[in-house]
């Protein structure tokens, strides 16, 4: 069965450094999300993108942030100057296409990358 | 803005047993999904079961079945005889119809006991 893959599982980085975390969705998806989930929190939106461009964002996502398709199959996740507050765990998600009768509308996680900034 | 609200932190049940989880949600639209996902310690995020509002008819996925009350706004999961892998963070998620992103609740954290 497809899944949405991400590396690395853990990255341990200084602070101010930039990141780049890295998944690959589900290969006839076209919708992207990334979430994050600080430590005994919630899971908290913070980009979707669509047909090459971010077509939503959360506050969280500041300047700070932006993400990529490079290649049609990577998608990608960089924080340019990280904080201490950046700690968490990343996931991305991909859905198929629009929901409704005639599509799929579940995301599809996967199984994330613990971000450790120190 | 939709909000979706869990209001057990933790529970427990006895191997075997049925437990309830419970959320609400608060939205304005007619058309929208409803979803629980479970974590388990490795932190992978799994769909266990979902709603589409337009439905009627509860889902059920095996042990898995939900209580969707639209009016009330209510969707609660329930777990029937539950196992050791059972054991996980339980997430209510809502996504509005379209492109939109989901809103998760503050999870429930489930512990199944021998």
């Known amino acids: 069965e497809p899944e949405v893959t991400q590396t690395p599982s853990h990255q341990v980085t200084q602070m101010g450094q930039e990141v780049i975390l890295r998944c690959v969705p589900i290969s006839n998806h076209l919708y992207f999300y990334w979430y994050r989930q600080i430590l005994g929190q919630k899971v908290e939106f913070l980009v979707s993108?669509?047909?090459?461009?971010?077509?939503?964002k959360s506050e969280i996502f500041d300047d700070q942030f932006s993400v990529e398709r490079p290649d049609g199959s990577n998608f990608t996740l960089k924080i340019r100057s990280t904080k201490l507050e950046d700690s968490a765990m990343y996931f991305c998600?991909?859905?198929?296409?629009?929901?409704?009768?005639?599509?799929?509308?579940?995301?599809?996680f996967g199984p994330g990358t613990r971000l450790t900034v120190t | 803005a939709q909000t979706v609200t869990q209001s057990q932190p933790e529970m427990s049940v006895q191997e075997a047993e049925t437990v309830t989880l419970s959320c609400t949600y608060d939205?304005?639209?007619?058309?929208?999904?409803l979803f629980w996902y479970k974590q388990p310690p490795s932190r992978q995020m799994i769909l266990v079961i979902r709603?589409?509002?337009?439905?009627?008819q509860n889902a059920t996925e095996n042990r898995f079945s939900v209580n969707f009350q639209k009016a009330a706004k209510s969707f609660s999961l329930k777990i029937s005889d539950s196992q050791l892998g059972d054991t996980a963070m339980y997430f209510c998620?809502?996504?509005?119809?379209?492109?939109?992103?989901?809103?998760f609740g503050k999870g429930t954290r489930l512990s199944v006991i021998a």
């Open positions: 709603q589409e509002a337009y439905k009627q």
């Open positions: 998620a809502f996504m509005n119809s379209g492109n939109t992103p989901l809103v």
């Open positions: 998600a991909s859905r198929h296409r629009l929901a409704g009768a005639m599509g799929s509308y579940e995301q599809y």
């Open positions: 993108f669509y047909n090459n461009e971010i077509s939503e």
């Open positions: 939205t304005s639209e007619n058309n929208y999904y």
